[in-house]
Nanobody
Framework: QVQLVESGGGLVQAGGSLRLSCAAS????????MGWIRQAPGKEREFVAA????????YYADSVKGRFTISRDNAKNTVYLQMNSLKPWDTAVYYC???????????????????WGQGTQVTVSS
């Protein structure tokens, strides 16, 4: 089992940047595939980005492609989401999620993940 704690959210103006971090507990972090999912008020959870074991495999939702970058540091048990050129519609609670896999892959839907953090609020003002 893994526990996830997000940080780095906040209020930013449109066009600005934020970097979210997700610290994971446990000794087998490198065997978890990771993702970021967001949920805006009144909307369903939306997949944002995913990364495989070693970080070479990544996948992005079309809505963030070219603006967001997911990465991971297995030595630090941490996954990151660099968000640039933020738009007001990026406003949401951002969740870090994990799933243990015995093969490298990326998971591109929210229900595929088994473990979730508590979320961090990102608010983009126009």
């Amino acid at each position: 089992q893994v526990q996830l704690v997000e940080s780095g959210g906040g209020l930013v103006q449109a066009g600005g940047s934020l970097r979210l971090s997700c610290a994971a507990s446990g000794r087998t972090f490198s065997s978890y595939v990771m993702g970021w999912i967001r949920q805006a008020p009144g909307k369903e959870r939306e997949f944002v980005a995913a990364i495989g074991w070693g970080g070479s495999s990544t996948y992005y939702a079309d809505s963030v492609k070219g603006r967001f970058t997911i990465s991971r540091d297995n030595a630090k048990n941490t996954v990151y989401l660099q968000m640039n050129s933020l738009k007001p519609w990026d406003t949401a609670v951002y969740y870090c999620a994990a799933s243990a896999r015995d093969y490298d892959t990326v998971l591109t839907t929210a229900p595929a993940y088994d473990y979730w953090g508590q979320g961090t609020q990102v608010t983009v003002s126009s």
